[in-house]
Each structure stands twice: as C-alpha cells, then as structure tokens.
C-alpha cells in the first residue's frame, strides 16, 4: 500500500458517493479532508482495513481504492491513482442560462417602494 499521509490536504466539507460491498452498493458519505491521494470520510458504512472501494467526486472520473484505516463512523481510503483534488473542491460555474430556480428576472418589482412590506 502506498503511504499517502506525507501529501498536502485540506479540511472541507463535500459529499462524495461510494460503491462498496460485493454489489457495490452506492452510499453517499462526508468527504472531511482530501488530497491527491486518498481522502478520509465519514459515514454509516460498515468499512474493514483493505476493502476495495470506488469513489465519486464531483469534477473527477471515478477513483478506485482501499480503506486504510476505520474508527467508528470515520474511515481513510488510498486512491489506487492520483485525482486532482483541487478539481474536485472547485465549484462548478453557474452560467446565465442555468442560474437557480430561486432568481427572479432583473424588473420583476414593479410596485411602488412604499407598497412593498418592511422585514
């Protein structure tokens, strides 16, 4: 097993799908530091030391690895290869033809100021 504890990692918080087990279930888990790597996540999984595992993340194609280590709802996993983890933590552009549901379009009030409900 290749030793990747002496590679840059950050602290976040991602989400990140997991396909382990013989049907290779997909559970989806707490990413809590990330590098090139391999990772350590959290999550209701049952985990041993040396289960094979592939991980989703966002940005990245998936990366096949091996649980390094558990420790209650906690786990490691060494990628089989490297990820470019800086991917994975950028966050998608929004464009102006995807912007969120939530927007309004520019103009929408029309309504005089004085009308309009204080908060």
């Keep these: 097993m290749i030793d990747t504890r ?19 279930e997909a559970v989806r888990v707490k990413v809590r530091n990330l590098s090139d790597g391999g990772m ?10 040396g289960d094979r595992v ?5 940005n990245t194609k998936p990366v096949r ?3 390094a280590w558990t420790q209650g709802n ?3 996993i060494a990628f089989e290869e490297e990820i470019d983890a800086k ?4 966050v998608m552009a929004v464009t102006e033809t995807a912007a969120p549901r ?17 908060l």
């Design 74 to 76: 906690r786990f490691g």
């Design 6 to 24: 002496n590679l840059n990692r950050d602290s976040l918080f991602l989400t990140a799908t997991l396909h382990a087990g013989p049907a290779g």
């Design 40 to 49: 350590m996540a959290e999550g209701l999984l049952a985990l041993s030391r």
């Design 54 to 58: 592939t991980v989703e993340l966002r």
């Design 87 to 90: 991917a994975a933590r950028a």
């Design 65 to 67: 690895g091996v649980v």
């Design 102 to 118: 939530h927007t309004r379009p520019i103009g929408f009030y029309q309504r005089d100021p004085s009308q309009l409900r204080k």
